[in-house]
T-cell receptor, first 116, second 111 residues
Framework: DTEVTQTPKHLVMGMTNKKSLKCEQHMGHRAMYWYKQKAKKPPELMFVYSYEKLSINESVPSRFSPECPNSSLLNLHLHALQPEDSALYLCASSQPRDLLLTDTQYFGPGTRLTVL | GENVEQHPSTLSVQEGDSAVIKCTYSDSASNYFPWYKQELGKGPQLIID?????GEKKDQRIAVTLNKTAKHFSLHITETQPEDSAVYFC??????????FGTGTSLTVIP
């Protein structure tokens, strides 16, 4: 089973709202990722967690706050977003080899976020 | 860092014909090259991948070739079907590094 699940599927929020995106995998992977994808563009890496520790933060604004409560779960907390943050947010996971993030990444279906 | 170029950006083929998508990369140390298919409203799905110690890999109608000397790799889809219509992304990475994606190819298979 190579399934990554994400909730919610769609989210509409105002610029003053606080919301969270959730991601879950049960493949025993120890690396999890958040990507942002705009229409007709490739995914852009936001954050990487390896063994539940934040290992990569691609200079993402502080209005995006990731959290990895355990090895199966990944959250992305959203606060005071801007309309330009509207995008598809993708979660992925992989099994790092000896802490090296090089193995196959499996993506979830994404959360379609609209910021009004 | 790594730079991945992908061509063409759009591709239309008749059902039953073959489709070829090409990617080039800049970092000779890159050693893993996955291909993802993304249908409208869905997340990217891994369809095939190749590592630098292999020159070619095939899975039914899909094949990937890698030329390390020229630093390019290609996706080949034979006997295309309407359900192959999607956006395809290539990526390149090396041990300990993040994925670098190509810009995507929108494939349309005309029935």
């Amino acid at each position: 089973d190579t399934e990554v699940t994400q909730t919610p599927k769609h989210l509409v929020m105002g610029m003053t709202n606080k919301k969270s995106l959730k991601c879950e995998q049960h493949m025993g992977h120890r690396a999890m990722y958040w990507y942002k994808q705009k229409a007709k563009k490739p995914p852009e890496l936001m954050f990487v967690y390896s063994y539940e520790k934040l290992s990569i933060n691609e200079s993402v604004p502080s209005r995006f706050s990731p959290e990895c409560p355990n090895s199966s779960l990944l959250n992305l907390h959203l606060h005071a977003l801007q309309p330009e943050d509207s995008a598809l947010y993708l979660c992925a996971s992989s099994q790092p080899r000896d802490l090296l993030l090089t193995d196959t990444q499996y993506f979830g279906p994404g959360t379609r976020l609209t910021v009004l | 860092g790594e730079n991945v170029e992908q061509h063409p950006s759009t591709l239309s083929v008749q059902e039953g014909d073959s489709a070829v998508i090409k990617c080039t990369y800049s970092d000779s140390a890159s050693n893993y090259f996955p291909w993802y298919k993304q249908e409208l409203g869905k997340g990217p799905q891994l369809i095939i991948d190749i590592r630098s110690n292999v020159g070619e890999k095939k899975d039914q109608r899909i094949a990937v070739t890698l030329n390390k000397t020229a630093k390019h790799f290609s996706l080949h889809i034979t006997e295309t079907q309407p359900e192959d219509s999607a956006v395809y992304f290539c990526a390149a990475t090396k041990t300990g590094n993040q994925f670098y994606f190509g810009t995507g190819t929108s494939l349309t298979v005309i029935p």
